[in-house]
């Protein structure tokens, strides 16, 4: 039912003026350092190599902007997808890590083009003392959130199901409003559309 038509990179931007004129509602991808915001760029765009993914933490060190095209029954979208250096990323020196923290934080607090905040949450890890405080920022913000539960390929098939709702219910939010995900096993694909576009389109 989803089709993506086209994907390319956009620019580079670590600072307001460098980002790049409004052109279509952007979703913005943010979560621990490592979490898989790069892999989960690239599954659902369907292009392995859009971005660069490592096993590494602290590999997308600036702002990244994508244009998608994407069909969804006999309509078409363009969606600008934003993906974020990750939080929580120990091994940087502390003046690094507030520069990443302030490039970060202008970006969510002044994109007037951003429509929609995807939460990456590790669905084996679940929400960190990060997570925890990113969503309440991104609440307070009037942010609209979507919640995405990754790397859920690492749990055995049993295990997932009562692992989302504890996930949850930690996160003191409806069974219904955790989206499950695997960038290695493609789940979630269209799932994760459907509420984008859904939430574009309202
Ligand atoms: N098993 C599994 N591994 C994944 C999944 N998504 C990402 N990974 C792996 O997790 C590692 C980090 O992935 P990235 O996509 O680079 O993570 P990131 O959040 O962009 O990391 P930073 O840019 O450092 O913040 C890589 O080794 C990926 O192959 C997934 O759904 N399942
Ligand atoms: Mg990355």
Do not use: C
Not at 4 to 27: C, H, M, N, Q
Not at 74 to 100: C, I, M, N, Q
Not at 115 to 142: C, H, M, R
């Amino acid at each position: 039912m989803i089709k993506i038509l086209d994907a390319r990179f956009v620019t580079t931007a670590v600072e307001p003026k460098g980002y790049p004129t409004s052109l279509a509602p952007e979703v913005a991808f943010v979560g621990r350092s490592n979490v898989g915001k790069s892999s989960m760029i690239n599954a659902l765009t369907g292009r392995r190599k859009l971005v660069r993914v490592s096993n590494t933490p602290g590999r997308t060190r600036t702002l990244n902007f994508f244009d998608v095209d994407v069909e969804r029954g006999t309509k078409r979208h363009t969606v600008r997808f934003a993906d974020l250096p990750g939080y929580g990323f120990a091994k940087v020196s502390k003046s690094e890590r507030s520069e990443w923290q302030k490039m970060i934080t202008a970006y969510l607090e002044k994109r007037r083009d951003l429509k929609v905040v995807v939460s990456i949450i590790d669905a084996e890890v679940g929400p960190t003392p990060d997570d925890f405080q990113t969503l309440d920022y991104l609440q307070e913000s009037n942010r609209q959130i979507m919640v995405v539960a990754t790397k859920i390929d690492r749990l055995p098939k049993a295990r997932r199901k009562p692992r989302l709702q504890a996930l949850a219910e930690e996160l003191s939010l409806p069974r219904e409003a955790v989206i499950a995900f695997s960038a290695t096993e493609k789940l979630g694909f269209d799932e994760v559309w459907d509420a984008l576009l859904n939430t574009l389109t309202a």
